[in-house]
């Protein structure tokens, strides 16, 4: 019998893959409305992208089958869905975070924050909790936590053995004095058995007094070492949230809010979710920041934040990042032309619709949406591919020593001078080889997840057929008796919801199942949309209790020091302190900057431009 379960385990992928159509084939066969097959097809799409039994991608591409099959959209308006504005601003953003990375821009930046913090125990927690949240920002929330843990871990262990060194000078330093004390009183020969005694037990009592110490430290250093790794990992995921290119369910409500309301006047581009949300990332890196002091280095100020003088440990610890900073040498042409790139792209899409003023796209072009946050981020992100990598020199050598060879060869020299120059040719041509770009494509080929972009279009071709079919409408109907609650504790349910859901699905496919079933909510209570969409976004990525909820939990427990019970208690509190401050971020300036207390006119009419 126990074999059996086995080979049912083994095989459950199968078993979920073949039987689940089976299973709830019926409710297209006895109730064949266009909303009932609509919500057929989100159900097998809803338990894939639950338990992965196949690729999430995959998954991802069953709308282009199912829905023209279904007769619930055309081919041709399904297919479309997949490569939209979104997805532009999506691709744009990843090619900067793999030119950072490819140039290891991100981690000359990490430690030259990490070397001005010190390596005090809670500055050095606060340090890798805000470079790590920063990084996290721009680039992928699985390369920031891969580049940053390791440097954490190195620092610690560099910590440790300094402090061991420590205590056995100091401990070897007392009783050595004491012997040297008692020398000069021993002169008889019963004495001299006295002082052999006196040193056996001595160092006894040095062995049992560095064996309590190291157990001491190695608990000390542990709990350390515990509150290091999740404080990385976590601070990745609340980084990503601050901006709208940070991690992929931001982009997911971009692109979901524009296809449902086609008309909403961009409400939501880089500068108005960095308005909202960067806020909320800081109070929420605050808060977990304290949570993780308490849980693992106590408030202990004089040993957590340094008062007084830096102890030989702190030196040799601080003494790790300098020489991993060293490693990296001056600043290159290319990690300018990157940084210089970066900050312009960034400066560009604060200013395109600051929302406050008129941008420059409204001063360029005159009425119309002509240019997006995805125009800005293909473009700035082309340069990448055009700007060499190194300043080119112009260099007569290589002819020289063609003609050197000409002459060499006219002059019927010895065959050995004509491999030597042979050689010295084979050099120069080197030497004359053009540099690469910034960017090349075969790194862009190797470290673009392909995958997301489609996650993203199937999100968006799910939205665009629930709205065709009228299960979005049908899904508004039934949830109207919500309107009877107050705003608030829908959203603070709805949060709470989302936030349990995540801990055991993706958060692209939590979002992507969600964010329609909301926005029809909204719209049939006369809710504003984003008043339940910003804030379920945001807590989708709040992922803090099992080491699967994300790539960077996995990360920070694939070393080793983590129990799974290590990360749900620390995270269990986290995601409270997460739902909580994203509430108090939307009833607050949310609420002032997206005028959250009223029912938008973007949001009554659902149909696009022109029909």
Not at 106 to 134: D, E, N, Q, S
Not at 228 to 245: E, F, H, Q
Not at 495 to 502: A, D, I, N, R, W
Not at 506 to 517: D, E, G, R
Request: neutral net charge; hydrophobic residues 45%; charged residues 15%.
């Amino acid at each position: 019998m126990a074999g059996f379960w086995r080979w049912l385990w083994c095989h459950r992928n199968y078993l979920i893959i073949y039987l689940t159509p089976l299973i709830f084939l019926p409710l297209p066969i006895a109730l064949p409305q266009p909303e009932v097959k609509c919500g057929y097809a989100i159900i097998l799409m809803a338990l894939f992208w639950c338990t992965e039994c196949i690729p999430l991608a995959v998954t991802a591409l069953m709308p282009v089958v199912l829905f023209p099959l279904m007769g619930i959209m055309e081919a041709g308006q399904v297919s479309i869905q997949y490569l939209k504005d979104t997805n532009m601003l999506f691709i744009g953003g990843l090619l900067v975070a793999i030119a950072v990375e490819n140039w290891n821009l991100h981690k000359r930046i990490a430690l030259g924050v990490l070397m001005l913090v010190g390596v005090r125990p809670a500055l050095l927690m606060m340090g890798f909790m805000g470079t790590t949240a920063f990084l996290s920002m721009w680039i992928s929330n699985t390369a920031t936590t891969a580049m940053m843990l390791p440097i954490a871990q190195a620092v610690l262990a560099q910590l440790a053995a300094t402090e061991a060194e420590s205590d056995e000078r100091e401990l070897r330093g007392g009783t050595s004095n004491q012997s040297f004390e008692l020398n000069e009183v021993i002169d008889n020969k019963h004495s001299v058995e006295d002082l052999n005694k006196f040193k056996r037990d001595e160092e006894s009592g040095i062995a049992s007094a560095l064996e309590s110490r190291r157990k001491e430290r190695e608990q000390k250093y542990l709990d350390l070492s515990k509150g290091m790794s999740l404080s990385v990992c976590y601070s990745a995921s609340i980084g990503g949230t601050a901006t709208l290119t940070g991690t992929t369910p931001n982009l997911i409500l971009k692109g979901q809010l524009d296809d449902i309301y086609p008309r909403n006047n961009d409400v939501i581009n880089f500068a108005s979710w960095f308005g909202f949300a960067f806020p909320n990332m800081l109070v929420m890196l605050v808060l977990s920041w304290l949570w993780l002091q308490f849980m693992y280095l106590g408030f202990n100020m004089k040993k957590s934040f340094g008062c007084g003088s830096k102890n030989e440990g702190d030196k040799e610890a601080y003494k790790v990042m300098q020489n991993e900073y060293k490693k990296l040498g001056r600043m290159k042409f290319a990690e300018g032309a990157v940084l210089t790139i970066f900050v312009l792209l960034v400066v560009l899409w604060f200013t395109r619709e600051p929302g406050f003023m008129p941008g420059w796209a409204s001063a360029v072009f005159k009425g119309g949406d002509f240019v997006t946050d995805g125009t800005v981020a293909i473009f700035m992100s082309s340069l990448f591919f055009i700007i060499p990598s190194k300043l080119p020199r112009f260099s007569c050598s290589g002819s020289s020593r063609r003609d050197n060879r000409g002459d060499s060869d006219s002059d019927s020299d010895s065959d050995g001078d004509n491999n030597e120059e042979d050689k010295k040719t084979k050099k120069s041509e080197k030497k004359l080889k053009a540099p690469p770009a910034l960017l090349t494509w075969d790194v862009v080929h190797e470290r673009m997840p392909w995958n997301i972009v489609l996650l993203l279009g199937g999100g968006f071709a799910l939205a665009s057929g629930s709205e065709a079919s009228g299960l979005s409408k049908w899904l508004g109907e039934s949830l109207a008796p919500l309107q009877q609650i107050p705003p608030f504790a829908i959203s603070l349910l709805l949060c709470l919801l989302v936030g349990t859901f995540t801990e055991c699905s993706s958060n692209t496919a939590t979002t992507t199942l969600f964010l329609p079933i909301l926005a029809s909510m909204a719209t049939t209570i006369k809710l504003h949309p984003l008043y339940v969409m910003l804030p379920c976004t945001v807590a989708a990525s709040l992922a803090f209790m099992l080491p699967v909820a994300t790539p960077p939990n996995a990360i920070a427990f694939s070393y080793g020091n983590l129990k799974v019970v290590d990360m749900a208690k620390a995270g269990c509190i986290l995601n409270v302190i997460g739902i909580l401050s994203i509430n108090l971020g939307i009833n607050t300036w949310g609420k002032a900057m997206f005028q959250l207390d009223t029912f938008p006119e973007w949001a009554f009419n659902t149909s696009k431009p022109g029909i």
